[in-house]
């Protein structure tokens, strides 16, 4: 079963403009972490957020955490068309096992 | 790149046979987690291997089992394959809880 559901399925903008991903969990976490997945390969991390904390930032990519509401966004700033990937949020739900969400699909046009 | 591999990147096999997977582990990691992506889905967890032992398993049958190696490399066997087994099979190892490092799959396809 999948612990995360993120919002939009597919997301279409133009280089330069912001991109912004929901992700909503359904029991209390330790933390949160974003991947990026390329054409159904192998994921890669972006950025770990932990429970108490409420906005992380690294580089053109911005992460909040709302542990009231469940729910986390990722913002990705001045897109470019190499951010054209799937992108998963995944929970611990206070476990050390990593249980993924069902993905946004970003396609950037240049 | 991750440090980790999986091999073979692809594989064809038809109902009813059996099959392993393997997976390299980013050195000096000891813990390994498989999952299995169907296609347009997000990763299914399956099952995590710490120090040789099982620590926690998916909701998938005991078809699918696996072994953990004094190296902490990795196999994921699955046996009497199923039409729906088809899928990427993805390996990750990791130190400690946290970040996942993955390999880039392997593609199974069941005819």
């Known amino acids: 079963s999948q612990q995360g559901e993120e919002d939009p399925q597919a997301l279409s903008i133009q280089e330069g403009e912001n991109a912004t991903m929901n992700c909503s969990y359904k029991?209390?976490?330790?933390?949160l972490q974003w991947y990026r997945q390329n054409s159904g390969r192998g994921l890669v991390h972006l950025i770990l957020?932990?429970?108490?904390?409420r906005e992380k930032h690294s580089g053109r990519l911005r992460v909040t955490l709302d542990t009231s509401k469940k729910s986390s966004s990722l913002l990705i700033t001045a897109s470019r068309a190499a951010d054209t990937a799937s992108y998963f949020c995944?929970?611990?739900?206070?476990?050390?096992?990593?249980?993924f969400g069902t993905g946004t699909r970003l396609q950037v046009f240049p | 790149e991750t440090g980790v591999t999986q091999s073979p990147t692809h594989l064809i096999k038809t109902r009813g046979q059996q099959v392993t997977l393997r997976c390299s582990s980013q050195s000096g990691h000891n813990t390994v987690s498989w999952y299995q992506q169907a296609l347009g889905q997000g990763p299914q967890f399956i099952f995590q291997?710490?120090?040789?032992?099982?620590?926690g398993r998916g909701n998938f049958p005991p078809r699918f089992s696996g072994l953990q190696f004094p190296n902490y490399s990795s196999e994921l066997n699955v046996n009497a394959l199923e039409l729906d087994d088809s899928a990427l099979y993805l390996c990750?190892?990791?130190?400690?809880?946290?970040?996942?490092?993955f390999g880039s799959g392997t593609q199974l396809s069941v005819l």
């Open positions: 995944a929970t611990d739900a206070n476990t050390d096992k990593l249980i």
């Open positions: 990750a190892s990791s130190l400690e809880v946290g970040k996942l490092f």
């Open positions: 029991t209390s976490i330790n933390n």
């Open positions: 957020i932990r429970s108490n904390e």
């Open positions: 291997y710490y120090r040789e032992e099982e620590n």
